[in-house]
């Protein structure tokens, strides 16, 4: 089982990049899915999540109206859309999946993506 996440890059700042997160190897409808990132030197943050049904989702204070979280269960892949990009976002970002299922976790992560804004 896996998450190989796709789409990071170099952005100007106002700019904006779709990440994209594909999973296999598990019931991927059945996980709720998860960004995070990690700046250098700081600790690795929550980002935004999504349920497994796609019908909540919840966001850092700090992307809150810039960035967007959305699933394609159809298409085991899991996205983050960001907008309006600042310096501050520059981070190794990645997608986690998770899930309590009959008494333990279930935990993926993946390699992450290098998100670079500057000018």
């Known amino acids: 089982a896996q998450v190989v996440e796709s789409g990071g890059g170099l952005v100007q700042p106002g700019g904006s990049l779709r990440l994209s997160c594909a999973a296999s190897?598990?019931?991927?409808?059945?996980?709720?899915m998860r960004w995070y990132r990690q700046a250098p030197g700081k600790e690795r943050e929550s980002v935004a999540g999504?349920?497994?049904?796609?019908?909540?989702?919840n966001y850092a204070d700090s992307v809150k109206g810039r960035f967007t979280i959305s699933r394609d269960n159809a298409k085991n892949t899991v996205y983050l859309q960001m907008n309006t990009l600042t310096p501050e976002d520059t981070a190794v970002y990645y997608c986690n999946a998770h899930q309590w299922y009959r008494g333990r976790w279930y935990d993926y992560w993946g390699q992450g993506t290098q998100v670079t804004v500057s000018s």
């Open positions: 999504i349920t497994s049904a796609g019908d909540s989702t």
């Open positions: 190897g598990f019931t991927f409808s059945s996980y709720v």
